[in-house]
């Protein structure tokens, strides 16, 4: 079976076939830079991530696209709270979100596209919408006629009227008719502001992925994939603005990955329960929160905790054994060749994985490839004939396994605690010969493992670092 990939528009699982057979376009919405990324934002980094990985796996040539909004509500208060400017703030949490998406294993994309510095072409879109009459501009803001594209709720499987029922015109808005949205918004006092045809102003939220796509993508691409959330109402005023302008497709699937709960909650800045990627990644591996996340399949929802989390990091330790094992079996073994029997094998796991990951990215089942084969690998370790050609086919499966997954599979072995004990006593011992350098260099390597030393007067303690 071929790749099969569940698409929001059709609500079903089909065959995915490219515009170019041996190329892949595919755009990713990105965060509002004004904090540091929560576990929810990290949620689709990783899981697109994974795609974009798989298709290269294939053979695609994927040119993968995701935005920062570096302007919007939410950035400008931040910045008056802090006393930045908007432009400073973007750059700061832009930096800090590739810092903590490359700890979770996620590669940069081709292009980050940032609103700030795509302002002509949004402007020209929005002027193009009201030259072909479904958009109109109201006082310095602008709208698009919503009523004026067919099949307007075709993503999210809601109709005009339905949705007509439910829409209200807030105060302020200049807006015809209650299910308009906003083009461009025009300048407030002491807000940043572009000039337009309008006025002075700035883009709503939809309109900048919109004119992204276009401009580093083309009018139809291949993929257009975010959070459950953004499925209504952002994608679907993007594929409205989009095809309203074109006459053409805006992306043949649409991908969304689900929602984040926190300890069963829904996660929230009210509830408390607003886990920061920042500081996750401090208290556990982040290979393990790549793990954990890719345990479940994109679509599902994921419930997050320390103790799922504890759970996560013992699974994937077990790679790690299996690796430091076969490596340690590897320069005690002589190379006798390689059996058929075990190409075979390691042919047939080979097959499993991939025809798991075919079927719609299933993860959690390609993972289960995995342990099925570390199982069977630790057998083979047991034989006192293990050739070193079949241990170093095992490892090179798993590198290729690595890089699908985006998970580090080697980890360093765990200092045992005796050997701790050991070497604070060696550190004594140099404190006591007033040797303070090499009573440093032990505390520091130790720090390196993730063992904090704390001196007391009743002696030094130690604790690892989670």
């Known amino acids: 079976m071929g790749l099969h990939v569940y698409n929001t528009l059709t609500r079903a699982k089909e065959s995915f076939q490219p515009l170019v057979s041996n190329r892949v376009s595919m755009y990713v919405c990105g965060p509002t830079v004004y904090n540091y990324i929560h576990i929810g934002n990290a949620r689709p980094a990783i899981v697109f991530d994974m795609v974009r990985r798989y298709l290269t796996y294939l053979g695609y040539e994927v040119t993968y696209v995701s935005n920062f909004t570096d302007v919007d509500d939410k950035i400008i208060r931040a910045a008056e709270e802090t006393g930045e400017d908007v432009e400073q703030l973007a750059e700061k949490f832009i930096a800090a979100y590739h810092e903590d998406t490359e700890a979770l294993g996620v590669q940069k994309a081709d292009l980050h596209p940032r609103v700030m510095k795509t302002m002509d072409d949004i402007i020209a879109f929005i002027g193009r919408l009201i030259e ?218 080979r097959d499993r994985f991939i025809r798991e990951m075919n079927d719609d990215f299933n993860t959690p089942n390609a993972f289960t490839v995995v342990f099925d084969f570390i199982k069977e690998a630790n057998r083979y370790l047991e034989n006192d004939h293990s050739s070193k050609r079949v241990l170093q086919e095992m490892l090179s499966l798993l590198k290729e396994w690595e890089e699908v997954l985006g998970v580090q599979f080697e980890q360093e072995e765990e200092v045992l605690d005796e050997t701790i004990e050991e070497w604070i006593e060696k550190r004594n011992e140099a404190r006591k010969n007033r040797d303070f350098k090499e009573a440093d260099r032990i505390r520091d390597e130790l720090q390196e493992k993730g063992i904090v030393l704390e001196d007391t007067p009743q002696g030094t303690r130690w604790k690892r670092e989670n």
């Open 132 to 349: 072909k009459g479904y958009a109109y501009e109201a006082d310095g803001d602008v709208y698009f006629k919503t009523h004026s594209f067919q099949g307007y709720g075709k993503l999210s499987d809601q109709s005009v009227d339905d949705l007509q029922a439910g829409a209200r015109i807030e105060v302020g808005e200049k807006k015809q008719d209650p299910l308009d949205f906003a083009l461009w918004k025009g300048a407030k006092s002491g807000e940043i502001a572009w000039d337009s045809p309008w006025g002075k102003g700035r883009p709503g939220w939809h309109i900048e992925c919109s004119a992204m796509v276009k401009k580093y993508l083309g009018d139809t691409i291949d993929i257009h994939a975010g959070g459950q959330d953004l499925a209504f109402p952002h994608h679907e005023n993007e594929i409205a603005q989009s095809e309203a302008l074109t006459g053409k497709t805006m992306a043949n699937y649409w991908m969304h990955n689900g929602y984040i709960k926190v300890e069963d909650e829904k996660m929230s800045k009210s509830l408390g329960n607003f886990i920061l990627v920042h500081d996750i990644v401090r208290q556990f591996d982040p290979n393990v929160v790549r793990f954990f996340m890719l345990q479940s399949h994109y679509r599902n929802p994921i419930n997050f905790s320390d103790e799922l989390l504890q759970q996560a990091k013992s699974s994937y330790s077990r790679i790690g054994t299996f690796i430091r094992n076969a490596k340690h079996r590897l320069e005690l073994s002589a190379d006798l060749g390689e059996p058929a029997n075990w190409q075979d094998t390691i042919n047939g796991f």
